[in-house]
């Protein structure tokens, strides 16, 4: 027991994955006055990149306040402008991108399980998708755990309809948590865990984009908000707030929000919502005790600090150790639970940092499975004069400890290895809130204390334990892998325990346009050496597999080899999901790795379910080859491949009028005119190829940042309209159209089975040679025509579409590649 214990203390202090830290004296000297300040503010919203890192960065770098940003979703909704993932892969980096926006500008992240099904329009609608009560569940609890003292909000919970529906929903639902946080019949099963917290005030941190522009709030009377002024100058980090706040907003790199550093006077507008008026409205925390006094028996430790804190020597940190280590002691012994954790926590890291302490425990390979032997190296140096020594290196969970009672002295390095087991029940590493499978609103997570947690959970840990005279101090390390790299030198990963198979159906939407038998290939990869076993593939009644089952044999753990199956589709269209299971031992493994590998953030497994989609379509296409232009990035290629063309991707640079003329079709991806610079000067030659005969599909692009306004031959305005509800009914303007016809007789029955949208950003002025297709929209809104639009330009067509096609066709939706034949085949 006392071990699960323990562990438990362990985990709240090894979740994710960060790198040794390194920090300059100045460094040091910043987390020493915040070790003296006792206050807390949390900045809510619904997304990542919502949040004002400006705001988060002067609480927590100006005001050295506890800050924390609450993202209801993990922003698995959105569009990615630096590769193909989408949905929860998406999820996953927008994850790592707000922890390493943390890292920047000093706040804390954490999420509800609200998923991001997508654009909303309306809060009544975002509360019907997710689950209200649990997402306030969520809100609470993590209200109660972090204690804020101020709460502030992104959005106005007064203006519904004005803004995204989850934007709106963050706030209204902060008011009902502010309440129920304090209310000890809510949720009493929290307070085993947690105590009943009151924040003293909620704010609403005002923008100009509520007042329609710049100019607009410029003249707006702003006497009745806070006029905070946050254009700090920090010498001892050499950054100002806003370039603070730049460098952390820069991290949203899949959403394209790099932006620039400024420097200067800077204002920040909050309206009071909740809580006292202040008098000074340049210190949110007025009337709160933000220091040590404000826990019983503090006030010595708060002196005592301050005194560190003038005597700091910026030459040779470790001369504070000394009394660092009696705060430490004192520390330990109050009472007040909340505060010694997260104090204690401090502390002792500026000790390990004053000292120099170098603490670390290396895997010797990236990945391991459970159940199998592991060597682990660890390091630990004193690079101080301080006398401290090494009592115990321990691993968790495996629980060996080692003594060592070995003295660090200066400068000198002690290191050693040992093997360990790792147990058969450790769990393997990916996202936690993927492990269950969730539904359209909500992330399946049924164990309270993980909820709010924002990163992967992981279990391997090395405790360090290391006596300072008569205190013992346990320094807690995240195991992970480390090697050294020719080009980028000494490079950290996390450490993974992963099954010891892993299946991928190589296609993840396999079309049958008839019954003729078709080969589906599985990628079979060894978690571990000497994998042998057996893969089936399972798929619903009415499709044929053959064989029912292969056997395999991987020698060495990395190796992969591929099998393939003969799938014979039903007479009838269909869609289905197929599974590919491997059996070792008697033993399922129903998983497939995927690794999410981008330089900004750190390098992520994801376990997903090793499925596909299998859809038997009745689908004509008439063409061969297509022209594709990829703009922000999709997989709409490889679904047009799976339709039978030939597709080939092309550059701006290549495109010509001679290169053009082989294809029967130009096809122009997401958002081509907000990111390719180059199209802009070819425009001309894509409307020629159109005037001497070709069709050109241009897919959506939103209304800021356009690369020209002239993306179509004719006059063409992008507006913000869009259908957020996927199945809204469709009403044909005219049945007869040749893009409703031909080779495909489409219907209102090929847009069920949409997902997320059914389109966006549709154009809402267009030149008369423009045809609309049809009509749609959302619940209690008017028809919009703009979703497909199709003008004859020459000899050719011209064709713009807001239609989600690139979130339809590699989920497999049938009427959407019936539709997509349609438009390729217009004018044949």
Not at 128 to 134: F, G, H, L, M, S
Not at 446 to 456: A, E, F, M, V
Not at 801 to 826: C, D, H, K, Q, W
Request: proline content about 5%.
């Amino acid at each position: 027991m006392k071990n699960i214990s323990l562990l438990i203390f362990i985990l709240s202090y090894t979740l994710g994955f960060t790198q040794p830290q390194k920090p300059a004296s100045a460094e040091i000297y910043n987390k020493l006055e915040k070790l003296n300040f006792l206050g807390s503010a949390l900045y809510i919203a619904a997304h990542p990149d919502d949040e004002n890192t400006r705001l988060i960065s002067y609480l927590a770098n100006k005001v050295k306040a506890r800050t924390g940003y609450l993202s209801l979703t993990r922003g698995d909704g959105g569009q990615n402008l630096i590769g193909l993932e989408l949905r929860e892969q998406l999820g996953v980096i927008r994850t790592q991108e707000l922890i390493e926006a943390r890292k920047v500008d000093g706040g804390e992240q954490f999420f509800s399980r609200a998923n991001d099904f997508g654009f909303s329009k309306v809060p009544n609608e975002t509360l019907q998708i997710w689950d209200k009560e649990k997402v306030l569940q969520d809100m609470v609890w993590i209200i109660r755990k972090f204690q804020p003292d101020i709460i502030i909000n992104r959005f106005d919970h007064r203006s519904p309809g004005t803004t995204h529906g989850h934007h709106t929903s963050s706030a209204m639902l902060t008011q009902e948590a502010y309440s129920l946080a304090a209310d000890p019949n809510y949720e009493p099963e929290q307070l085993k865990y947690v105590q009943l917290w009151q924040p003293k005030r909620v704010m609403f941190n005002v923008s100009w984009w509520f007042f329609g522009g710049k100019d607009k709030f410029e003249k707006a009377d702003k006497s009745k908000y806070i006029n905070l002024q946050t254009g700090d100058y920090y010498p001892t980090i050499g950054l100002s707030n806003q370039e603070i706040a730049a460098l952390s907003r820069s991290k949203h790199k899949s959403q394209g929000f790099g932006t620039t550093g400024v420097r200067g006077d800077d204002m920040e507008y909050l309206e009071l919502i909740k809580g006292d008026n202040l008098k000074d409205k340049q210190n949110l925390f007025e009337g709160i005790d933000t220091s040590w006094n404000r826990v019983k028996d503090g006030k010595a430790i708060g002196d005592a600090i301050a005194v560190i804190i003038k005597n700091y020597d910026f030459r040779n940190p470790s001369a504070s150790v000394p009394e660092l280590l009696k705060v430490y002691s004192s520390i330990l012994k109050l009472e007040d639970k909340h505060w010694k954790s997260l104090k204690s926590k401090e502390i002792k890291e500026i000790i390990a940092l004053c000292t120099g302490l170098y603490l670390e425990a290396i895997a010797e390979n990236q990945s391991a499975t459970p159940g199998s032997n592991l060597k682990i190296r660890w390091e630990a140096t004193n690079r101080s004069n301080i006398a401290m020594k090494l009592s115990s290196v321990a691993l968790y969970p495996e629980g060996k400890a080692i003594t060592q009672d070995t003295l660090l002295a200066n400068n000198i390095s002690v290191d050693n290895s040992f093997d360990v087991v790792i147990p058969k029940s450790a769990n393997f590493t990916s996202p936690y809130w993927l492990t269950q499978k969730g539904d359209k609103g909500m992330y399946t997570v049924n164990d309270l204390q993980k909820i709010g947690i924002p990163d992967i959970i992981r279990e391997m840990s090395a405790i360090f334990t290391v006596k300072f005279g008569d205190i013992s101090i346990p320094f807690e390390r995240t195991i992970v892998y480390k090697y050294n790299d020719p080009v980028k030198g000494e490079v950290y990963e996390p450490l993974d325990i992963i099954p010891a198979v892993t299946t991928s159906i190589m296609n993840k939407v396999q079309l049958f346009k008839d019954n003729k038998k078709q080969t589906t290939s599985v990628k079979i990869k060894a978690g571990k050496d000497n994998c042998k076993g057996t893969l089936r593939f399972e798929l619903p009644d009415g499709w044929k597999v053959s064989p029912a089952s292969i056997p395999f044999e991987l020698v060495r753990k990395g190796s992969e080899t591929i099998v393939n199956f003969e799938i014979t589709p039903p007479d009838s269209p269909s869609e289905v999901t197929a599974k590919s299971i491997a059996t070792i031992d008697g033993e399922d493994f129903d998983r497939e790795q995927v690794i999410i590998n981008y330089p900004h953030i750190s390098i992520q497994q994801v376990l997903m379910p090793s499925t596909a989609k299998f859809t038997k379509v009745d689908l004509k296409i008439e063409g061969n080859s297509i022209a594709y232009i990829m703009g922000a990035g999709d997989s709409v290629p490889e679904s047009l491949r799976q339709m039978g063309y030939n597709v080939t991707l092309l550059t701006p640079e290549a495109i010509t009028m001679q290169t053009l003329s082989s294809y029967d079709a130009v096809v122009v991806g997401i958002r081509a005119y907000n990111v390719l610079d180059g199209i802009v000067f070819k425009q001309q030659v894509l409307f020629d190829y159109v005037a001497n005969g070709g069709t050109m599909v241009v897919q959506y692009n939103t209304t800021g940042d356009l690369m020209t306004r002239d993306i179509a031959p004719y006059p063409l305005r992008i507006s913000r309209d869009r259908v957020t509800e996927e199945d809204a009914k469709v009403n044909f303007l005219d049945a007869k159209h040749p893009v409703l016809n031909y080779p495909n007789k489409i219907t209102e029955k090929d847009f069920t089975g949409w997902v997320q949208e059914q389109g966006l950003y549709y154009p809402d002025e267009w030149g008369k040679e423009f045809t609309p297709i049809f009509t749609s929209h959302d619940k209690g809104e008017e028809a919009k025509k703009g979703g497909l639009l199709v003008a004859k330009y020459g000899k050719g067509h011209y064709i713009y579409t807001g239609l989600s096609f690139f979130r339809e066709l590699p989920e497999g939706v049938s009427g959407a590649y019936r539709l997509m034949a349609n438009l390729i085949a217009i004018g044949k």
